[in-house]
Nanobody
């Protein structure tokens, strides 16, 4: 089973950048699509971005498209989320997840997170105005 640990969160001013990392343990990391989700206070968890097992394909929510970039390094068992042009609306706890559902893809991650059972504990991103 894959275990995930996020890092890189913190406090940043609006317009700034942060890079989140998600370190995975387990030999099967490279076989899974990976994604980032976020949850703001009082709101439901939402999809942010996903990357296919090879890194060749990516998927973004409309709210972050053009500002965030997801990537992965299978040799390092790590997924990254580069976040640029941050706004206060990006303030949330960011979670890394592995798409372990049968037949799961980056598209299925974007459609729903229900049933995903491999999550990190999250890292807090706070964007000040």
């Amino acid at each position: 089973q894959v275990q995930l640990v996020e890092s890189g969160g913190g406090l940043v001013q609006a317009g700034g950048s942060l890079r989140l990392s998600c370190a995975a343990s387990g030999r099967t990391f490279s076989s899974y699509s990976m994604g980032w989700f976020r949850q703001a206070p009082g709101k439901e968890r939402e999809f942010v971005a996903a990357v296919s097992w090879s890194g060749a394909n990516t998927y973004y929510s409309d709210s972050v498209k053009g500002r965030f970039t997801i990537s992965r390094d299978n040799a390092k068992n790590t997924v990254y989320l580069q976040m640029d042009s941050l706004t206060p609306e990006d303030t949330a706890v960011y979670y890394c997840a592995a798409e372990t559902r049968p037949g799961g893809t980056i598209a299925t991650m974007a459609q729903s997170y229900y049933g995903i059972d491999v999550w990190g504990k999250g890292t807090l991103v706070t964007v000040s105005s």
